[in-house]
T-cell receptor, first 112, second 111 residues
Framework: NAGVTQTPKFQVLKTGQSMTLQCAQDMNHEYMSWYRQDPGMGLRLIHY???????DQGEVPNGYNVSRSTTEDFPLRLLSAAPSQTSVYFC???????????FGQGTRLTVV | GENVEQHPSTLSVQEGDSAVIKCTYSDSASNYFPWYKQELGKGPQLIIDIRSNVGEKKDQRIAVTLNKTAKHFSLHITETQPEDSAVYFC??????????FGAGTTVTVRA
C-alpha cells in the first residue's frame, strides 16, 4: 500500500516550457487535490476533484490544468511555466472532503 | 471562502516544556479542524483533528481545543521532545468543502 505517489520529486523548467506533475493513490479515495507550498503562505489549493470526471478550481488555479479520468490518477499540467510557479507542489487524497487528507512527498519545481 | 490565521510563525521551546499554537478561522459554518505536522522534505501528515461538536480532544502528549463562539482553535504539545521539531499547520473546512490552511508554525525543541 503505497499511499499517494508523486513524480517527479525535483524538476527544473525553462520559462515557457510545459510539463505534467503526476499523482497516483491506491486507497480508492474519491477526493483528490493539488496544493502549492510557498514560504510563509502555508498550502494553497490549486485544483481539486471529488471523483472521476469531476474537477474544480481552488484558490490559485491560473496557469494550471487538471483532469481526472480514473479514481487513482490526478495529474497537474503546467501549460507555459513562469518563474512565479517556482514552488513545492503537493498532491493529497481523502475519502471525502471532511476526512483525513493523505499527502504525497511533494515535487520541488524551479522555473528559470 | 475560509480564511485561517495561525500564530506564532516560529516557536522555540526547551525540551520538556509545552508548546501552544493558535489559529482563528472566519467561516462560522466550518466544522472540521485538522492539524498537520510536516517534517523536512516530507509531505504534511495528520496528527490530530477535531469536529465542531467537540470542545477538546487529546491523544497522548497532543491536545486540541476548539472555541466555536470565538472561532479559534489551538494545538497543545506537552513534554516536548526533539522529534516534535517540525512545521505545524492548522486547517479548516468551510461551507465550500475546501480545506484551507494556516501559514504554518516552525517549532524548534532545544535539547
Amino acid at each position: 500500500n503505497a499511499g499517494v505517489t508523486q513524480t517527479p520529486k525535483f524538476q527544473v523548467l525553462k520559462t515557457g516550457q510545459s510539463m505534467t506533475l503526476q499523482c497516483a493513490q491506491d486507497m480508492n479515495h474519491e477526493y483528490m487535490s493539488w496544493y502549492r507550498q510557498d514560504p510563509g503562505m502555508g498550502l494553497r489549493l490549486i485544483h481539486y476533484s471529488v471523483g472521476a470526471g469531476i474537477t474544480d478550481q481552488g484558490e490559485v488555479p491560473n496557469g494550471y490544468n487538471v483532469s481526472r479520468s480514473t479514481t487513482e490518477d490526478f495529474p497537474l499540467r503546467l501549460l507555459s511555466a513562469a518563474p512565479s510557479q517556482t514552488s513545492v507542489y503537493f498532491c493529497a487524497s481523502s475519502y471525502d472532503e471532511g476526512t483525513e487528507a493523505f499527502f504525497g512527498q511533494g515535487t520541488r519545481l524551479t522555473v528559470v | 471562502g475560509e480564511n485561517v490565521e495561525q500564530h506564532p510563525s516560529t516557536l522555540s521551546v526547551q525540551e520538556g516544556d509545552s508548546a501552544v499554537i493558535k489559529c482563528t478561522y472566519s467561516d462560522s459554518a466550518s466544522n472540521y479542524f485538522p492539524w498537520y505536522k510536516q517534517e523536512l522534505g516530507k509531505g504534511p501528515q495528520l496528527i490530530i483533528d477535531i469536529r465542531s461538536n467537540v470542545g477538546e480532544k487529546k491523544d497522548q502528549r497532543i491536545a486540541v481545543t476548539l472555541n466555536k463562539t470565538a472561532k479559534h482553535f489551538s494545538l497543545h504539545i506537552t513534554e516536548t521532545q526533539p522529534e516534535d521539531s517540525a512545521v505545524y499547520f492548522c486547517a479548516a473546512i468551510g461551507d465550500d468543502y475546501k480545506l484551507s490552511f494556516g501559514a504554518g508554525t516552525t517549532v524548534t525543541v532545544r535539547a
